[in-house]
């Protein structure tokens, strides 16, 4: 059966919020410096795994969950995820969402005590680490929207061997001289659109490689689901669809939060939020 590209057969890919679940766990997780050492290494990159491994870290206090479709629940649930500016941030995101998908057993010790208990936990150096991947896209992603195309400018050089990116501290290579990008830019003069783009999708692709899977599902033979392997891979997949316009977040004027309002005509995340706009309108 051949499929044409069209967005049907895209909403069969983004559906797949009906078929991811993931776990929040009971109690509001708190922030501990101490926790011995893992029981199991796995085998993974040593970088990441260093990470993984250093306090303080984010605790899983309650043995109970409950499980709920993140794609299904917002699908601007990216942008949430970038509004976190501290610690007490984390906590709240991990309380409402869940664990970002790094969890490790640690044997954590009781204070005051030489007992200790196996939790949960993940590495606020991870949570970090991984706010700062994303916020550093979504800001180069405001610029194209906005097409502020000076701002977009200063962020990209061109150099002997190519086209870099500069985003903070990082200098990365986009596209070297024999691209195509590279010719147009030399012929055309500066594209930083086009540069920020391949840079963009590029970044996204490579988060989202080895973590969101293409699957049939036993029921639904037919269609095809991208399914993430944990919370940060769909918080990647929103993104993607962000940038290929499938959901479109706005920030709802009542509650300040993130929302896919689905239609372009809806102002508000939900009733409460409308009534709530249309009081202060009246006495405003």
Known sequence: ??????????????????????????????????????????????????????????????????????????????????DITDNKGIIEFASKYGMLGFTRSFRVRKRGTDQSTLMLTESMARWKYELAEMKRLVYLWELVKSKRLSLLGAHLDREDDGIYVALGKRKELIADNSSALARKWDREGEQPVEAALQYLTASINKKVTGSVFPTVLPSYQKQIYLLPGNLLAA?????????????????????NEWFDPKRSTRITCGDRCRKRKSRQNTNS
């Open 235 to 255: 918080m990647w997949l929103m993104f993607l669809w962000e940038v290929i316009g499938e959901v479109r977040p706005r920030r709802c004027p009542g509650c």
């Open 1 to 82: 059966m051949k499929h044409s590209f069209t967005r049907p057969f895209l909403r069969n890919l983004v559906d797949s919020y009906y078929a991811f679940f993931w776990p929040i766990y009971g109690g509001r997780p708190i922030v501990t410096a101490k926790a011995r050492r893992k029981f199991a290494t796995p085998a993974v990159d040593r970088k990441m795994e260093d990470m993984d491994h250093r306090p303080p870290f984010l605790v899983c206090r309650g043995s109970s969950k409950r499980y709920y479709a993140p794609l299904r629940k917002n699908p601007a649930m990216h942008r949430i995820f970038c």
